[in-house]
């Protein structure tokens, strides 16, 4: 399933990182802010090289395709919204007078099929 969200970038957060089981590790956290009558905001995580590569930066406008993935750990459940691919503006790559595609539909009250997640082994307790 691609789920992507558009917004614009309000905020990024301080890049972590560590040692785990596999090697090195970091991820930095950006909230995007999704416009709409009642604007929502959206904590999405960039791991990697993805950081550099597809940097975000305050101000920005994008779209991010997102993987969206909850895990259990003591009894309580984490959610985490992972980019895989951020591009700039709306996504949309048309050239000059071509049609313009259709919005995406709404993703309100939408269910997630979590058959096609990766199971993911780390040493983070969420």
């Known amino acids: ?3 992507r969200l558009q917004g614009k970038v309000v905020q990024i957060l ?7 089981k596999n090697g090195p590790w970091r991820k930095r956290d950006f909230i995007l ?4 009558k009642y ?10 090289e993805a950081i550099d590569q597809q940097a975000v930066q305050e101000g920005m406008d994008v779209t991010a395709s ?30 000059p007078g071509a049609p313009q595609s259709p919005p995406p539909p709404s993703t309100e009250g939408f269910e997630i099929d979590t058959k096609g997640f990766d199971d993911i082994d780390d040493d983070l307790p969420f």
């Not at 301080?14 to 785990?20: A, I, L, M, V």
């Not at 309580?76 to 691919?85: G, I, P």
């Open 1 to 3: 399933m691609d789920i």
């Open 33 to 36: 802010e999704i416009p709409g």
């Open 66 to 95: 997102v993987d969206i993935q909850s895990r259990e750990y003591n009894g309580n459940w984490y959610t985490d919204v992972k980019a895989w691919k951020i591009e700039q503006g709306s996504g949309q790559q048309n050239a």
């Open 39 to 48: 604007p929502k905001k959206v904590c999405i995580t960039q791991w990697g």
């Open 14 to 20: 301080k890049e972590q990182g560590g040692q785990g």
